[in-house]
């Protein structure tokens, strides 16, 4: 059975069996609605969209074609992952768009922190769409939405979401698979449809991506700056245990330098801020503390393995007064 909304007593799923019976009737389902069609998704690598992903592979197969925008904010390894999973794991029709240039030369110069997000939101829809126009036949489109999504939408709290913003000429049937799951369900359903753990139990990630946590002007120096110190984090956050355990941690190299001494010589460069916290919807948020071991091993990999560092930095501050990203 497939329903449009949640219903009131639908079981949580929770367990593998739960999940499977999921699959079994969303794969059913999806071979009704979309017959012998063509449908296109938005794939970030993100766990709602590459559920999506995963679900559709089995059901149409190659009646899916997925696009993965890389607008250069995205983290160390990322894009990588995407084609190594679904391109060369599952066999998906995937195309791969490398709008790095495209995205930095438009953000270049601009501080403003409302003007950047809208600019990634607009450019990620323009590059979407050129590649939508250069398909033919494409019928559905496919989104991660999620029952929280359409619950916040109802309530007024956020708008309905994903697909806003596409130009008029196009229009599609929308194909939502995991619209009537939580997120703890996306992830049983995630993991048993063969995706692996660390993208399936991810922690949240902005759409506008490393662009946040770049403050001001982005320069690309900057941001490789905040991409290598995010993956020395990510690294020795899952070497300690704490993959999954704290609910989300990253760096921010704010726009200033000051003096440091390196090799018997004076430095001028940026700090590195870390920020981990833990909370359950947001709104309210605490900080992780870390082991002085911890602290110590990252200030010694950062400042050596990360060009133009000189000083780390780390945020004591909850949520409230301090939104989780620094833009
Ligand atoms: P703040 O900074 O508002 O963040 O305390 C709360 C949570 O939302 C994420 N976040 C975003 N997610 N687009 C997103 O998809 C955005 O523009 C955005 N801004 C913040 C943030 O990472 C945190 O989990």
Wanted: proline content about 5%.
């Amino acid at each position: 059975m497939v329903y449009d909304r949640r219903p009131d007593d639908m079981k949580r799923i929770t367990t593998g069996e739960l999940a499977d019976e999921f699959i079994e009737e969303q794969i059913f389902a999806l071979r009704e609605q979309i017959g012998d069609k063509k449908v296109l998704l938005a794939l970030s690598g993100g766990v709602d969209s590459s559920v999506v992903a995963a679900l559709l592979i089995k059901a149409v197969g190659k009646q899916l074609t997925c696009v993965h925008v890389n607008h250069g904010l995205l983290r160390k390894g990322e894009p990588e992952q995407v084609i190594e999973v679904f391109k060369n794991q599952m066999k998906a029709n995937l195309i791969y768009v490398d709008a790095t240039d495209r995205f930095l030369d438009k953000l270049a110069g601009v501080t403003d922190p409302e003007q950047k997000r809208k600019i990634i939101g607009s450019e990620f829809i323009d590059v979407f769409a050129e590649e939508a126009h250069k398909l033919n036949g494409i019928e559905f489109l496919a989104q991660g939405t999620i029952w929280p999504d359409i619950l916040e939408s109802e309530a007024g709290i956020k708008a309905h979401h994903n697909a806003g913003g596409l130009p008029e000429d196009m229009k599609f049937e929308l194909v939502e698979p995991v619209k009537i799951l939580f997120k703890d369900e996306v992830r049983v359903v995630g993991e048993r449809l063969g995706l692996p753990a660390n993208m399936v139990y991810r922690q949240p990630f902005p759409g506008p991506g490393l662009g946040v946590r770049c403050p001001g002007a982005i320069t690309r120096d900057r941001l490789e700056a905040v991409r290598e110190s995010d993956a020395i984090l990510r690294e020795e956050f899952a070497k300690n245990g704490l993959e999954g355990k704290v609910w989300q941690y990253f760096t921010v190299v704010p726009d200033f330098k000051s003096t440091g001494v390196k090799d018997g010589k004076r430095t001028f460069d940026w700090p590195c801020i870390i920020r981990a916290i833990n909370t359950t919807d947001v709104m309210e948020v605490t900080v992780e503390h870390l082991s002085d071991e911890l602290i110590d091993h990252l200030v010694k990999r950062i400042i050596t393995e990360v060009p133009g560092i000189n000083r780390v930095l780390f945020d004591y501050t909850p949520k409230p007064p301090a939104t989780v990203e620094y833009e």
